[in-house]
């Protein structure tokens, strides 16, 4: 049971490019969500989805966009890096039964850095 | 005012030492409450759920006092392995909402 996977583990962009973030899980949770955490601070939520075709924003939703065609997939893509994106990103999941109950498992994370 | 609130630390111990970490909310309608532990470079994992009757798990003892929005984590016999950052996590009903202290360091030292 692999949980949570991200890929990949860091990328380097310049300002500007853009990509895609990966994140997949296999225990059928409805909840992802994606998580950035810079130094001092705490994780910060970026979107989210509560079930497959649905997303919402978090508290830092701008320059990110996210989909969610399968319970298992949860991509965030950045359409124009910055060096403001330079952080580590997280992506969760977790049951939506009772969901303010149920704790999130977190994927590895992506080290990013935009010059 | 942050929605979450700790004290950044970092606290150094000694092993064997007991040592208290403090987490304050603000929103009374907050639900339920966590405990992560994070390893430096690492993903956060789950310590342990917070219960208002209290709640421990081996040398780990949580507390809640809703009253006061108030949430602390005692380490008990503290070893070099509990050397990390501290989560105080908040979540909400109603909508997804978890709300992430910034976290409190803790060094062990032999």
């Known amino acids: 049971n692999a949980g949570v996977t991200q890929t990949p583990k860091f990328q380097v962009l310049k300002t500007g490019q853009s990509m895609t973030l990966q994140c997949a899980q296999d225990?059928?949770?409805?909840?992802m969500s994606w998580y950035r955490q810079d130094p001092g601070m705490g994780l910060r939520l970026i979107h989210y989805?509560?079930?497959?075709?649905?997303?919402d924003q978090g508290e830092v939703p701008n320059g990110y966009n996210v989909s969610r065609s399968t319970t298992e997939d949860f991509p965030l893509r950045l359409l124009s890096a910055a060096p403001s994106q330079t952080s580590v990103y997280f992506c969760?999941?977790?049951?939506?039964?009772?969901?303010?109950?149920?704790?999130?498992?977190f994927g590895n994370g992506t080290r990013l850095t935009v010059t | 005012r942050k929605e979450v609130e700790q004290d950044p630390g970092p606290f150094n111990v000694p092993e064997g030492a007991t040592v208290a970490f403090n987490c304050t909310y603000s929103?009374?309608?907050?639900?339920?409450f966590f405990w992560y532990r994070q390893d430096c470079r690492k993903e956060p994992k789950l310590l342990m759920s917070?219960?208002?009757s209290g709640n421990e798990d081996g040398r780990f003892t949580a507390q809640l006092n809703r009253a006061s929005q108030y949430i602390s984590l005692l380490i008990r016999d503290s070893k070099l392995s509990d050397s990390a950052t501290y989560l105080c996590?908040?979540?909400?009903?109603?909508?997804?909402?978890?709300?992430f202290g910034a976290g409190t360091r803790l060094f062990v030292k032999a």
């Open positions: 929103n009374s309608a907050s639900q339920s």
């Open positions: 225990m059928n949770h409805e909840y």
């Open positions: 989805s509560v079930g497959a075709g649905i997303t």
């Open positions: 969760a999941s977790n049951r939506r039964q009772s969901s303010y109950n149920s704790p999130l498992h």
């Open positions: 917070v219960y208002s």
């Open positions: 996590v908040v979540n909400q009903a109603g909508g997804f909402k978890t709300i």
